[in-house]
């Protein structure tokens, strides 16, 4: 028999995190529930485990050093090695965010978790990861940070967003950047945009599901070449 995949999703307790998490335990892996809040990653864990996936929480919050180290103990303990990392773990930040008048604490704080907290998990979970006989990386992008798309005009990119947005343009670039650093190694790593879903971080406005047809897109994007590799 082979041996079972082992995934860990950030941000994992609900909306599009929690639907991955779902996917990939519904595709045989056993999954790690990355979340800071304890209630609502146990809540998650136990609505997991009830549809049959093999899950398990892992307290975790991106911005803080000692979490992240903690987790990866526990990863460690609990697997072993790691051979799937989804670093979905996001906020928008607070409102209003029009760059003559936010205060720049808003962009720290975006930055703090969407960017530095990807690099920050990434390389405390690396030792993990290169213990997989195919680690694969995922981080979660979004549509907004294309500069492409913000600047066409007439382009539906949402509201002026100087912490959110650029903060998902600043990610894509390091996972460029990664990628251009682990190009002779079996490590794969893409950024994956999900679309517009309807989540609490905007107040449940998309148009989309957070389920619909995200997590086998997601997934195969694990396994692939494309993207930024």
């Known amino acids: 028999m082979s041996e079972q995949t082992i995934a860990l999703v950030t941000g994992a307790n609900k909306g599009i995190g929690y639907e991955i998490a ?25 609505k997991l485990r009830a549809a049959g996936i093999d899950a398990f929480g892992v307290p975790l919050d991106v911005t803080d050093d000692a979490s992240v180290a903690a987790a990866a103990g ?11 990392l989804v670093n979905n773990a ?24 969407n960017v530095i ?7 405390v979970m ?18 907004v940070g294309s500069l492409t798309l913000q600047t066409t005009p ?13 903060s998902k343009t600043f990610l894509n670039a390091v996972t460029v950047q990664y990628a251009r650093e ?15 879903c309807a989540t609490d971080l905007n107040g449940f406005r998309g148009v989309r599901p957070p389920k619909q047809d995200f997590v086998t897109g997601a997934s195969g994007r694990i396994g692939s070449a494309d993207g930024a590799r």
Do not use: F
């Open 117 to 123: 907290g990807v690099i920050r998990v990434t390389n």
């Open 74 to 84: 526990l990863m460690e303990e609990r697997a072993g090695r790691l051979d799937v």
């Open 126 to 143: 690396l030792p993990l990861l290169r213990r997989s006989a195919s680690p694969r990386i995922v981080n979660m992008s979004s549509s």
């Open 22 to 46: 779902a996917g990939l335990g519904a595709l045989g892996l056993r999954v790690g529930v990355g979340a800071r809040n304890e209630e609502r990653r146990e809540a998650a864990v136990a």
């Open 182 to 196: 682990l190009r002779d190694t079996n490590i794969l790593i893409n950024a994956a945009c999900p679309g517009y």
């Open 154 to 166: 007439d382009a539906e990119t949402g509201p002026i967003a100087v912490a959110y947005a650029p």
């Open 90 to 113: 996001g906020i928008t930040g607070s409102a209003p965010q029009m760059p003559t008048t936010v205060d720049p604490a808003t962009v720290q704080a975006a930055v703090e978790t």
